[in-house]
């Protein structure tokens, strides 16, 4: 009776390595370029690094202008932007279809790693 009791332990264990493992498991940003509340010049691309390799079919992000100077009434507007993966798996990089224009703006990002959870997020930097 012992060993089914040992064989339960190790069995217990073994499940509970392997949900903390996946709990685990959900991307994090770790860092983006520009950097969340930055003023920079027009950045050709938004990079977005983050702790878990990203599983690009579901991962995404969209770039949104949620101000512009002298135009206090204007409302947020989409930026036309590509989305892509990079040659590091980590990495998610926007690059916007025409230069960016003096402004506030928003990347609204979804990243989705092996455990398919998707996590959401925002990065905010002014272009001068």
Do not use: C, N
């Amino acid at each position: 009776m012992s060993s089914f009791k040992a064989l339960g332990v190790v069995a217990a264990l073994s499940i509970g390595l392997l949900l903390s493992t996946a709990a685990q498991a959900h991307p994090k940003l770790l860092s983006s370029t520009p950097v969340d509340g930055a003023t920079v010049a027009a950045p050709a691309k938004i990079e977005l690094s983050f702790s878990e390799k990203l599983t690009t079919q579901f991962s995404g992000a969209k770039l949104i202008m949620t101000e512009m100077p002298g135009m206090s009434t204007h409302s947020p507007m989409g930026v036309k932007a590509s989305v892509a993966g990079s040659d590091d798996p980590k990495m998610m990089v926007i690059t916007p279809a025409a230069p960016l224009t003096p402004g506030t703006y928003k990347v609204e990002w979804r990243a989705v790693s092996s455990d398919t959870h998707p996590i959401t997020g925002t990065v905010t930097f002014k272009v001068k």
